[in-house]
């Protein structure tokens, strides 16, 4: 069962298209901690990058925060962030869970900017994305977990959407309080 009073800093990472925002705003609600998405501070309008030195200034902001559920990958900042984390959840799915997740989230919000997205940033069809988790696993997976090597706190590895699932309800159990079931991860 999950131990809600203890997590105070929750790094949620894994392959995009895993589910990691959607659990983010459900763990927020359920326990009642702001959620960080990285994508809305990153991105700048037009999907521009912002300067090195402004984005670090801005996440080392965030890390100061008291209480937080953060998601995103940003690989070159998952070491730096695992210092200030109580608690990791990592998305460890397969790839055709997560490729096929992206489609249609691509299908439905298309043109929309999406809640977890920064404002200006639309929902587009991005063939180099779609390489990118096609190379999650081989590529960029050993990057998440390097930079998990000194974390010292709880982590939880989610290998199928039901494990996420079943954790909110460990969640929603120890609260006593009712699961949103909007979004299911």
Not at 30 to 36: E, K, N, S
Not at 49 to 58: L, Y
Not at 59 to 66: D, F, I, N, P, V
Not at 140 to 154: H, I, M, S
Request: charged share 25%; proline share 5%.
């Amino acid at each position: 069962m999950p131990e809600s009073a203890s997590m105070r800093r929750v790094l949620i990472l894994g392959c995009s298209g895993a589910g990691k925002s959607t659990l983010a705003r459900r763990m927020g609600k359920l326990i009642g901690l702001p959620v960080i998405h990285l994508d809305q501070m990153y991105w700048q309008p037009g999907w521009v990058e912002p300067k090195k030195t402004e984005w670090h200034a801005a996440l080392a902001k965030a890390l100061e925060g008291e209480t937080w559920i953060m998601d995103g990958n940003f690989t070159s900042t998952i070491a730096k962030r695992a210092e200030f984390a109580d608690t990791v959840i990592f998305f460890d799915f397969p790839t055709w869970i997560c490729v096929g997740r992206v489609l249609k989230r691509v299908w439905t919000t298309l043109g929309t900017v999406r809640a977890d997205m920064a404002p200006g940033c639309p929902e587009r069809f991005n063939w180099e994305f779609i390489q990118y988790i096609l190379r999650f696993r081989k590529k960029y997976r050993p990057k998440v977990t390097g930079g998990l090597e000194k974390f010292t706190g709880e982590l939880i590895v989610f290998k199928r959407p039901r494990d996420a699932e079943r954790y909110l309800r460990g969640l929603e159990d120890a609260r006593g309080g009712e699961l949103d079931t909007a979004g299911a991860a």
